[in-house]
Nanobody, 122 residues
Framework: VQLQASGGGLVQAGGSLRLPCAAS????????MGWFRQAPGKEREFVAA????????YYADSVTGRFTISRDNAKNTVYLQMNGLKPEDTAVYYC????????????????WGQGTQVTVSS
């Protein structure tokens, strides 16, 4: 599985961005998909995840109520809709795929995209 995240950019605080992550390869619909982010000097952290059927979604406390994860298995794409962006959301955002034992654990995801930069100005 190869993952390609896009949609990052520079946005003012309070603005919105939508990050798509396109997957190539087979069995996309069998994977849980996650979004993680990494700010300079910090560890990569969990943002959101969605199970294979899109029946369950999970969010970090810091983004709950502002971000929404979704997936379209027919298009092999997962999305992260980010509203109400804050300067502290500035980071490189990564999408990941796998069968995580613990949904928010970085090491539990097998496949990773290259990341897309999101910068939120105050």
């Amino acid at each position: 599985v190869q993952l390609q995240a896009s949609g990052g950019g520079l946005v003012q605080a309070g603005g919105s961005l939508r990050l798509p992550c396109a997957a190539s390869g087979t069995f996309f619909s069998s994977y849980a998909m996650g979004w993680f982010r990494q700010a300079p000097g910090k560890e990569r952290e969990f943002v959101a995840a969605i199970n294979w059927s899109a029946g369950s979604t999970y969010y970090a406390d810091s983004v709950t109520g502002r971000f929404t994860i979704s997936r379209d298995n027919a298009k092999n794409t997962v999305y992260l809709q980010m509203n109400g962006l804050k300067p502290e959301d500035t980071a490189v955002y990564y999408c990941a795929a796998g069968w995580p034992h613990t949904i928010e654990m970085v090491r539990d995801y097998r496949y990773w995209g290259q990341g897309t930069q999101v910068t939120v100005s105050s």
